[in-house]
């Protein structure tokens, strides 16, 4: 650690009474980052404030010692949002975690910001109702990072977003005041929704320290489909056909490349007895048998229409979770090469449209690169990853990656898409915000940080 992080770390501990400031490399080196591998972490020390009002005060001192903070979750971003590259001091809620109310009637679940996603759906089954928003990291990522990068998941196509489940925030703005946003209510029209400005602000507003979710009913009993196609155009007539007729919670794909990584990654059978170049998870409301029939029905149509190659429905919870894991296991099984990501959205009328042309465009610009493809095609969110080859360093793989970027952001915008869906801007795709957002936006987006963080030290270089 050098003089000035020295410096910072007995500032923060001098000025914030029992708070705990760690500066051991191990946790600098845990805590200094996310799942993104491009930065390495250098942060001066790691804070681990256990309530409210020790957050108020590392803010203050922060804000008067001009101290970067960068506020840290499960460190599952996929964005380099939480990383600490460069002396900042990180604020970990790892030791906020309290579960503090659950309201029957409201059907709301008030939590610390370090709460784990997990806990708060197994928290919301045991009291009979559900917490929508699932994604393959939600056994580590904490539900504040969730709220600042308003994660998405598998369950948009129904429940939405996690902002469509914040009903109340508590926020600790840069001047080091205590926001209560909504306070749970479902109507309030008294003003500015500042709720959904810190939803999705990626820690540069204000440090999230509690919330108030919404649950809702729990779904009644499934079943998944894996489905095999081979084109794309036959996709999108498979999932207009289906949400046509079933009840869908989810509608994702994948490429046989993907497949290949995770069937490697996880040591998975083929699910199918064909080989498709793409497919599908479908996951649908089957309470009843007659939902079953109308699934095979539709799968019978589409099938004779020639959409679809080969499928499987799921007969018990086991196998739904087994066909699960083609899907949620994809990411993990990459993750070592390591990929460079791209979260792409476009609407879901263009999703053909546009990877035909990314498709086009790949094989014109880098086809030495493997890219897999894989994501929540029923909201239009695709995720493309770029795979390092093992003989490239990972400086030279990030720069050609960024010269893919350009290209392809010039593209998404074109097609009037946006370059993150639910993985934030953070770190790593900050210098591409303005292909997708107009200088009058990236302004006013400037301007309302100024008045949260004066100081500017929530998070600098992140985003903005
Ligand atoms: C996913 O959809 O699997 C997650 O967003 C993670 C990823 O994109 O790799
Ligand atoms: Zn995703």
Same mark, same amino acid.
């Given at each position: 650690m050098n003089g000035k992080n020295q410096k910072a770390a007995a500032a923060l501990q001098r000025a914030c009474a029992g708070l705990k400031v760690v500066t051991e490399p191990s946790v600098l080196e845990s805590h200094g980052r996310d799942w993104t591998r491009f930065r390495a972490p250098r942060p001066a020390a790691v804070a681990f404030p256990e309530s409210v009002s020790q957050v108020q005060q590392l803010v203050a001192a922060a804000a008067a010692a001009e101290i970067a903070l960068v506020p840290s979750g499960g460190r599952t971003g996929l964005s380099g949002g939480a990383v600490a590259a460069d002396g900042e001091v990180v604020v970990s809620f790892d030791r906020m975690r309290? *579960?503090?109310?659950?309201?029957?009637?409201?059907?709301?679940?008030? #939590?610390?910001?370090?709460v784990v996603t997990a806990t708060v759906q197994e928290r919301a089954a045991a009291e009979g109702l559900y917490y929508p928003v699932s994604f393959a990291a939600e056994g580590s990522s904490q539900i504040g990072g969730n709220i600042a990068t308003n994660a998405g998941g598998i369950r948009v196509l129904r429940y939405?977003?996690? @902002?469509?489940? *914040?009903?109340?925030l508590k926020v600790v703005t840069g001047r080091g005041e205590v926001l209560e946003c909504n306070r749970g209510l479902i109507k309030n029209a008294s003003g500015y929704d500042l709720r959904h400005l810190f939803t999705g602000s990626e820690g540069t507003l204000g440090l999230i320290v509690e919330a108030t979710l919404r649950l809702t009913d729990p779904p009644p009993p499934s079943k998944v489909l894996l489905l095999g196609v081979d084109s794309m155009d036959a996709l999108m007539k498979v999932f207009a056909?289906?949400?046509?007729?079933?009840d869908l919670s989810a509608f994702e794909f994948f490429t046989?490349?993907?497949? %290949? %990584? *995770?069937? #490697?990654?996880?040591? $998975? /059978? /083929?699910?199918?007895?064909?080989? =498709? /170049?793409?497919y599908v998870i479908v996951e649908l409301d089957c309470p009843t048998e007659w939902q079953e029939e109308a699934a +095979?029905? =539709?799968? !019978?149509? =589409?099938? !004779? @229409?020639?959409?679809?190659?080969?499928?499987v429905i799921s007969q018990s919870d086991r196998q739904i979770a087994e066909l699960w894991r083609y899907r949620e296991g994809i990411s993990e099984s990459i993750s070592h090469f390591p990929p460079y990501k791209n979260? $792409?959205?476009?609407? *879901?009328?263009? #999703?053909? !449209?546009?990877? @035909?042309? +990314?498709?086009?465009?790949?094989? !014109?610009? =880098?086809?030495?690169?493997?890219v897999v493809w894989y994501g929540h095609i029923g909201d239009g969110n695709l995720h493309m990853n770029i795979l390092k080859p093992a003989d490239l360093g990972l400086e030279t793989f990030e720069s050609r990656c960024h010269e893919i970027s350009e290209r392809t952001y010039a593209l998404t915008r074109?097609?009037?898409?946006?370059?993150?869906?639910?993985?934030?801007?953070? $770190?790593?795709?900050q210098p591409w915000l303005d292909r997708v957002r107009s200088a009058e936006e990236i302004g006013f987006m400037r301007g309302i940080k100024q008045v949260f963080d004066p100081a500017g030290i929530f998070n600098p270089g992140k985003l903005l």
């Open positions: 309290r *579960v503090l109310d659950f309201n029957r009637v409201d059907r709301t679940l008030t #939590v610390e910001a370090g939405g977003l996690t @902002r469509d489940q *914040v009903a109340g056909t289906l949400r046509a007729r079933l046989d490349r993907a497949l %290949h %990584h *995770v069937r #490697v990654g996880q040591g $998975l /059978p /083929p699910p199918l007895d064909a080989s =498709c /170049p793409l +095979m029905d =539709c799968f !019978e149509s =589409c099938a !004779e @229409r020639g959409w679809l190659l080969d499928g979260d $792409l959205s476009v609407t *879901v009328s263009r #999703v053909p !449209e546009f990877l @035909r042309r +990314m498709d086009r465009l790949i094989g !014109e610009i =880098c086809p030495e690169f493997e074109d097609i009037g898409g946006s370059i993150s869906a639910e993985h934030g801007i953070g $770190l790593l795709k």
